[in-house]
Every structure is written in C-alpha cells, then in structure tokens.
C-alpha cells in the first residue's frame, strides 16, 4: 500500500479557489482509483469524487461543476483543483487510493479546509 500526504488546504473566502496535492509514495501507475473524501465537524466522511486510472472521474453532485480532478501517474500525483469555493466545503480533505473509491486501501493524514462567508 502506498503512503499519501495530502497539501494545500487552508483558509480562504467564499468564491475562491484552492488546488489540493496528494503525494503518494510509490508508484500509482497500477492503481485503478484515486479519490478525494471529506469530513466536516460532525458530519461522516463522504466521497467527493474519485478518477480511474485511464482518466475517467466521477464527483459528488455537491461538487459538481467546481471541482476537478486529475491525477498525474509519471509523478505519482493527484489533484483536486476547488473552484468557487462555499462555506459548506469547510472539512477536512482526505486522499485515499486503492480498492475501491468507496473501500479504499490507503489514507493520507487530511488536510484542512476552511470556507469563511
């Protein structure tokens, strides 16, 4: 399994943008999906979006529209670019990979984003 360190959260307005990083630490060439969750206070972790390994993604309906994702295999990298950003997207940012999107095999530690109105 590999080991993934998520960056790039942090604190911005309302209709901003933030891009997340996710570094894996071996090779992710050979596995099928990379997703991004979230958990926001009290809330339960839920599946933001995920990509396959040939490039095929899928986004919660929430997110639809300003998130994307892309994953980069040469450089063993996956992106969430987080376009007009809302309060409600005040979590923490989890990359997760292998398995599958809804049963992955590997966390990274989070990374924390916060949304002010």
């Known amino acids: 399994q590999v080991q993934l360190v998520e960056s790039g959260g942090g604190l911005v307005q309302a209709g901003g943008s933030l891009r997340l990083s996710c570094a894996a630490s071996?090779?992710?060439?050979?596995?099928?999906?990379m997703s991004w969750y979230r958990q926001a206070p009290g809330k339960q972790r839920e599946l933001v979006t995920f990509?396959?390994?040939?490039?095929?993604?899928n986004y919660a309906n929430s997110v639809k529209g300003r998130f994307t994702i892309s994953r980069d295999n040469a450089k063993n990298m996956v992106y969430l670019q987080m376009n007009s950003l809302k309060p409600e997207d005040t979590a923490v940012y989890y990359c997760?990979?292998?398995?599958?999107?809804?049963?992955?095999?590997?966390w990274g530690q989070g990374t924390q984003v916060t949304i002010e109105s």
């Open positions: 990509i396959s390994r040939g490039g095929s993604t």
């Open positions: 997760a990979a292998g398995g599958s999107p809804w049963a992955p095999l590997s």
């Open positions: 071996g090779s992710i060439l050979s596995i099928n999906a």
